[in-house]
């Protein structure tokens, strides 16, 4: 069936413009993550939806950033007045719902910020 | 709060030979342990995991994990590594939030396997 899919894969953005990053997660997965990736370095939790809910943002890094997932489905991170330190690979991540439940990737969308 | 630790940030093996990547970590309660791979232009593919019983975890591509709550490690291992096998390879534990399980993932080993 169909995994995590994400868009756009690359994105290049000029310092201070908006960005929005979209993901869809699979299929009847409750549990939606958003994951940000630097250069040479593992993955970091960003933000948290059950359905529509969004349960836990502690990792969001500035109040720049933002999510969304309004049906309980598709997601979008939304960057705004990016900045250079914002140039990272951004991960979806679904999963079932329940804590022991396998989290699923995405490809990722490559974000340049210039 | 939970933390992850990969001691190697390279690995280079000959191909046939056997492999071990470290990883240590700090939870305050049982933890959910993963391995994690990431081919280049790839998204994250689980190998295995480990939540309770048996500490000793298969996964696919002939992978398996060990965990030793007496060291807090949970190290990768395979017995014969295939060229295919070079990628970098995460792990992470899982620490709930609101009823999900965020990761916290370690800073990845790079494999490298020799011809």
């Known amino acids: 069936g169909a995994g995590v899919s994400q868009s756009p894969r690359y994105k290049v953005a000029k310092r201070g413009q908006d960005v929005a990053l979209r993901c869809d997660p699979i299929s009847g997965h409750v549990s939606l993550f958003w994951y940000q990736q630097a250069l040479g370095q593992g993955p970091e939790f960003l933000t948290y939806?059950?359905?529509?809910?969004?349960?836990?943002k502690s990792g969001l890094p500035s109040d720049r950033f933002f999510a969304e997932r309004p049906e309980g489905s598709v997601s979008t991170l939304k960057i705004q007045r990016t900045q250079q330190e914002d140039s990272a690979v951004y991960l979806c991540?679904?999963?079932?719902?329940?804590?022991?439940?396998?989290?699923?990737f995405g490809p990722g969308t490559r974000l340049t910020v210039l | 709060a939970q933390s992850v630790t990969q001691p190697d940030i390279h690995i280079t093996v000959s191909e046939g030979a056997s492999l071990e990547l470290r990883c240590n970590y700090s939870?305050?309660?049982?933890?959910?342990l993963f391995w994690y791979v990431q081919s280049p232009g790839q998204g994250l593919q689980l190998l295995l995991k480990?939540?309770?019983?048996?500490?000793l975890v298969q996964g696919i591509k002939g992978f398996e994990a060990e965990f030793k709550r007496s060291q807090s490690s949970f190290n990768l291992r395979k017995p014969s590594v295939h060229w295919s096998d070079a990628a970098e390879y995460f792990c992470?534990?899982?620490?709930?939030?609101?009823?999900?399980?965020?990761?916290?993932f370690g800073t990845g080993t790079q494999l490298k396997v020799e011809l």
């Open positions: 480990y939540f309770s019983g048996d500490t």
């Open positions: 939870y305050g309660a049982t933890p959910y």
């Open positions: 992470a534990v899982a620490g709930l939030t609101g009823g999900g399980n965020k990761l916290t």
């Open positions: 991540a679904s999963s079932l719902g329940l804590a022991a439940d396998t989290q699923y």
């Open positions: 939806f059950q359905n529509e809910a969004q349960l836990d």
